[in-house]
């Protein structure tokens, strides 16, 4: 059983940074790669960021691209989000997941474990 735990989240102005982090459990972290998706009240869940297994390649929704930052350290079995120049609209609950399928990376389906979730709010 793999466990995922978000933290790092919190109430921030806008222009404010966070950094959330994602805390996994198991030996078999460092073969998967990692996801960050959010979602809104109201909204569907979406998809953020993803890391492959070895750090190598990095993806981003078009939203955070150059703001936000996604790495990972397999010797702490862990995931960041490094997160800038955060917007109003950058607010809702963060999850990170673990991918195990070839479907591409912003998909939720190609994930199977997911975290609890640590709320962002960025006021204006």
Excluded: H
């Amino acid at each position: 059983q793999v466990q995922l735990v978000e933290s790092g989240g919190g109430l921030v102005q806008a222009g404010d940074s966070l950094r959330l982090s994602c805390a996994a459990s198991g030996r078999t972290f460092s073969f998967y790669s990692m996801g960050w998706f959010r979602q809104a009240p109201g909204k569907e869940r979406e998809f953020v960021a993803a890391i492959r297994w070895n750090g190598g390649s990095t993806y981003y929704a078009n939203s955070v691209k150059g703001r936000f930052t996604i790495s990972r350290d397999n010797a702490k079995n862990a995931v960041y989000l490094q997160m800038n120049s955060l917007k109003p609209e950058d607010t809702a609950v963060y999850y990170c997941a673990r991918r195990t399928t070839g479907l591409p990376v912003s998909l939720t389906n190609g994930y199977d474990y997911w975290g609890q979730g640590t709320q962002v709010t960025v006021s204006s």
